[in-house]
């Protein structure tokens, strides 16, 4: 168990540029969740998978970010036209989906910022 | 809205000295519940969590947590901070009727003193 690795750790890009973030879960685990968190907040819930299904969407979730998770194991976030607001921890978790609570482990983040 | 606060910012505490971080939840009959600590530019960690059963939890790195209905609190506590304590640290729910959305309070950031 070599626990849920992102990829870059740090991405700094222009605004208007595209941005792509990975997200290796652990290996056993069906659910993968991405969340954002600006300064001085809390992670917020962007979106989820089970297996390689997309089941909810936040509405944090404009038209210009797309995720996917293709195989049912990585999961990719693409961020279409960066805006200077997109800066943010961009967190991946993910879970092994039993019963009605999932522990979710978290990697240590994407740390985006849009200049 | 469903919610999770967390009422202080930020906490300085002395190194050795007893700790608690406050956390409410805002409804839920049954309240899944988790404390979580972020170290600087790190993902967060779990530190533990209750889903039902006896209402004092014990987490990893000697930390415990009590939940109590009546006061909608989900308190965190340690006997004896370390100064390698010192981070942020996030209540959270999850979302009544999801399984997979949870709700985040907005964090404490605790501060050893030397």
């Known amino acids: 168990d070599t626990g849920v690795s992102q990829d870059p750790r740090h991405k700094i890009t222009k605004r208007g540029q595209n941005v792509t973030f990975r997200c290796d879960p652990i290996?056993?685990?069906?659910?993968l969740y991405w969340y954002r968190q600006t300064l001085g907040q809390g992670p917020e819930f962007l979106t989820y998978?089970?297996?390689?299904?997309?089941?909810?969407k936040s509405r944090l979730l404009s038209d210009r970010f797309s995720a996917e998770r293709p195989k049912g194991s990585f999961s990719t976030l693409e961020i279409q036209r960066t805006e200077q607001g997109d800066s943010a921890m961009y967190l991946c978790?993910?879970?092994?989906?039993?019963?009605?609570?999932?522990?979710?482990?978290f990697g240590a983040g994407t740390r985006l910022s849009v200049l | 809205a469903q919610s999770v606060t967390q009422p202080d910012i930020h906490i300085t505490v002395s190194e050795g000295a007893s700790l608690e971080l406050r956390c409410n939840y805002s409804?839920?009959?049954?309240?899944?519940l988790f404390w979580y600590v972020q170290s600087p530019g790190q993902g967060l960690q779990l530190l533990l969590k209750?889903?039902?059963?006896?209402?004092l939890v014990q987490g990893i790195k000697g930390f415990e947590a009590e939940f109590k209905r009546s006061q909608s609190s989900f308190n965190l506590r340690k006997p004896s901070v370390h100064w390698s304590d010192a981070a942020e640290y996030f209540c959270?729910?999850?979302?009544?009727?999801?399984?997979?959305?949870?709700?985040f309070g907005s964090g404490t950031r605790l501060s050893i003193r030397p």
């Open positions: 959270a729910d999850f979302l009544t009727g999801s399984a997979s959305k949870i709700i």
């Open positions: 978790a993910s879970s092994l989906a039993t019963g009605l609570a999932n522990i979710q482990y």
């Open positions: 409804y839920g009959a049954t309240p899944y």
């Open positions: 209750y889903f039902s059963g006896d209402t």
């Open positions: 998978f089970q297996n390689e299904a997309q089941l909810e």
């Open positions: 290996s056993e685990h069906n659910r």
